[in-house]
């Protein structure tokens, strides 16, 4: 090419970049350019809690690709969820990997962060929901918190009996599924360290098992449904024990507003997801009686979900 013509066109691509305020053409942000993060510290993290910073480059939008296909953003760019998890080997949303795949604490902004343009962060909650600026040209810089066990709230999450991998996972936000902003870094934690017993803890311990503390799990529903799907079962059966020595199992399900339906019969569906876990719960062994349902309609803006909390 003679120089002359190339020196125009970068001239010309340059400006339209400047103007546009975020790197969209198909030079820069092209399907397949994959977006590149870096951690602080990824092994030996004290698994009762440490903080670490991460930053990230190439996140930049691409046309209708990364817009995000539900409040309160659609049909805008949907920004990035930069999160620490606890993932299964099948995790991306990309390749069609269900979200019970993915545990992790959206409502917990030290642990998951909403990377949106500036002009947005207001419209998704702020600072205190997670929002942060991203940089019109994809780049970021932020801190999370990261342990084995407990969020900021001191609800049990996850554990080493949860199915995955713990990391650092990005994805599009918004419901936009978009492979190239996609990454996951390994974390490893130190090993616990478990005082000696003594001997009346040791004789004791071949006592039924205590619930030590309270125990959270968040289950889903496929979109419009109230069947407990396979993966929900799944994660159910994982705490089955927990359940039957608990004081209380409370279940709240919640659903979301969807055009045309009433609130009325928006909860209707709410109470037949609560209703069918504890179906399960109950053919489990258990006890009915302990089993408090609760449901509600989610808050705009808020993707609906099922927890159930298991109290000592």
Sequence with gaps: MN???KAFAVSTI?????LSGFSTSPASAAPGDQA????SKST???PDGETITITGTGFVPNANLTNATRPPL???FGGVYVSFGKFQDVWRPSAGAPSANRLLTFADSTRTKWLVPAANVAQIGGEAAGGVALAPDGTFTVTLNVSKTLNASG???FNESSLGNYGIYTQTGGGARYAPFETYTPLTFLAPVVAPQTPAASASSTKAPALLARVSNRVQFNSGSAR????????LQRRVNDYKIASQVVITATAGSTVGASDKVVK???KKRANAIKKYLVAQGVPAEKIVIKAKIAKPGKKPSTRVVATP
Excluded at 228 to 235: G, H, L, M, Q, Y
């Design 228 to 235: 407990a799907t396979k993966s929900t079962k799944r994660e």
């Design 14 to 18: 340059s400006s339209a970049l400047v």
């Design 268 to 270: 209707s569906l709410a």
């Design 36 to 39: 590149v993060i870096t951690v």
């Design 44 to 46: 030996g993290l004290n």
């Design 3 to 5: 120089s002359k013509i």
């Design 74 to 76: 659609a049909p805008n």
């Design 155 to 157: 609800a049990l999450v």
